[in-house]
C-alpha cells in the first residue's frame, strides 16, 4: 500500500483567492493568539462550499470555509452561519468527530462573503480519483465501509432533544418538505428538458413513506467528508461538512449515503463520487443491511429513499451547472455536469423499474 499522507491543500484555484492582508488584520483582531498567515492553499475536493487551510506563524492550522463565488442566488444553500452553528451545537454536545469551530464572520466587507474558520483536523481524506492508486486491500476496505456504517449509526444515536441539537430543523413532515423543495429547486435551476427527472419527481411525490422518529442528520455522509487515521484508515477521526446538517427522518440520511455508494458495475459519473466501487467495500445492500442490525431500525423501505437521495444529487449537480452556464462561476469541472444529472436520474428511474438500489 502507498504511504498515506494527511489530506493537503493544492494551490488556490485562479477566481477563488483570499485577500489575505483582510483576513489577516480580522483573524487578529478577533482570534487571540492567531498569529499571522504565511500560507494559503485550497482543498481540490468538492463542488459547492470552498474550503482553505490556512497556516500560521503560530505554529497552527486553521480551515476557513466559504460560499462558492457566484452562489447568492440559491437561498439558504450556503448558510455558513448555520453550518457554525451546527459545530457548536455538536461541541456543547459533546460529539468529538468534529473540528473545533473558531469563529464565525458575517461582515460581508472582509472577504466580500460570510464565512467561518475552525482548526484542522489532520488525516487522511479519501477521494475517488485518488483512491485507486493508494492499493488499500480489499480486507481494508471492508473494514472501512463498515466503520463509515457503524459510525452513521453512533450519530444518529445522538439525543436531539437532551443536546439542543432539536432547533436545527422542524422533523413533522419532513420528507414531504423535502421532496417538494427539491422539485421547486431543480424547476428553478432547470436548463433542459430531462423526462427522467420529471418522472422521479412525479415517482417521490406518489409514493411518501410514514414518518420515523427524528435524529440529526448529515445529509452529505461519504468517505471523501470523513477524515481518517493515516495509521489505521477504519479510525474515524472527524466528520466534515456539515452545511446540510438538519434534523428528521434518519433514512433519509441513510438513502442520501447510499445515492453516493458506488459500485463496480455502476457508470463512471457514479463512480467519480465515492470509491466505494473498489474491491472489498460493502454493497448498497449490505450497507443497508448492516445499517439495520446496528440501529434496530425497519430498512425494508430503503429504496424509497435511495431515489430521493439521486433526485436531490441531481438537483445539486443541475445548480452547480446553471451558475456556470450563466457565466457566475468559472470552474471548468462544471461544464460537462448536465451529463452527470442525466446519469443519475437514469440511474433513478431504472432502481424504480427493477425494484432494487
Known amino acids: 500500500m502507498a504511504e498515506l499522507k494527511p489530506d493537503s491543500a493544492t494551490a488556490v484555484r485562479s477566481g477563488e483567492e483570499l485577500d489575505l492582508a483582510v483576513l489577516n488584520a480580522y483573524l487578529n483582531d478577533t482570534v487571540p493568539g492567531f498569529g499571522s498567515i504565511t500560507e494559503c492553499g485550497q482543498f481540490p475536493g468538492g463542488y459547492s462550499n470552498l474550503t482553505y487551510l490556512l497556516k500560521t506563524d503560530a505554529g497552527v492550522e486553521f480551515v476557513l470555509r466559504r460560499p462558492p463565488f457566484g452562489a447568492k442566488q440559491i437561498k439558504g444553500g450556503h448558510d455558513m452561519g448555520r453550518e457554525f452553528r451546527v459545530l457548536s451545537l455538536l461541541q456543547s454536545a459533546n460529539y468529538p468527530k468534529i473540528p473545533e469551530p473558531v469563529v464565525f464572520c458575517e461582515d460581508e466587507t472582509v472577504l466580500g462573503c460570510p464565512f467561518y474558520v475552525m482548526k484542522r483536523v489532520a488525516g487522511v481524506i479519501l477521494r475517488a480519483h485518488t483512491a485507486p492508486q493508494m492499493g488499500i486491500s480489499a480486507e481494508t476496505m471492508r473494514r472501512m465501509s463498515e466503520s463509515l456504517v457503524d459510525n452513521l449509526v453512533q450519530l444518529h444515536a445522538l439525543d436531539i432533544q437532551k443536546t439542543g441539537l432539536i432547533q436545527l430543523g422542524k422533523p413533522e413532515g419532513y420528507v414531504r418538505r423535502q421532496v417538494e423543495g427539491w422539485h421547486r429547486r431543480y424547476l428553478n435551476a432547470q436548463t433542459d428538458e430531462l423526462p427522467d427527472m420529471d418522472a422521479l419527481a412525479r415517482w417521490l411525490t406518489d409514493h411518501l413513506p410514514p414518518e420515523n422518529p427524528p435524529t440529526l442528520l448529515h445529509n452529505d455522509y461519504k468517505y ?41 458495475a455502476d457508470g463512471p459519473f457514479e463512480k467519480s463520487f465515492n470509491l466505494t466501487w473498489l474491491p472489498g467495500n460493502l454493497t448498497r445492500q449490505e450497507v443497508a443491511d448492516r445499517y439495520a442490525e446496528r440501529s434496530g431500525r425497519d430498512l425494508s423501505g430503503i429504496l424509497y429513499y435511495y431515489i430521493f437521495g439521486l433526485f436531490k444529487n441531481s438537483v445539486v449537480i443541475q445548480q452547480i451547472y446553471t451558475r456556470y452556464q450563466k457565466g457566475l462561476t468559472q470552474d471548468p469541472r462544471f461544464a460537462e455536469l448536465l451529463s452527470g444529472v442525466r446519469a443519475l436520474a437514469r440511474k433513478g428511474t431504472k432502481s424504480i423499474e427493477h425494484n432494487k438500489m
Open 224 to 264: 471523501d467528508n470523513v477524515v481518517l487515521n493515516p495509521a489505521d484508515l477504519t479510525d474515524i477521526r472527524a466528520v466534515l461538512d456539515w452545511e446540510m446538517c438538519t434534523v428528521g427522518n434518519p433514512l433519509m440520511d441513510v438513502g442520501t449515503a447510499l445515492s453516493y455508494w458506488a459500485e463496480a
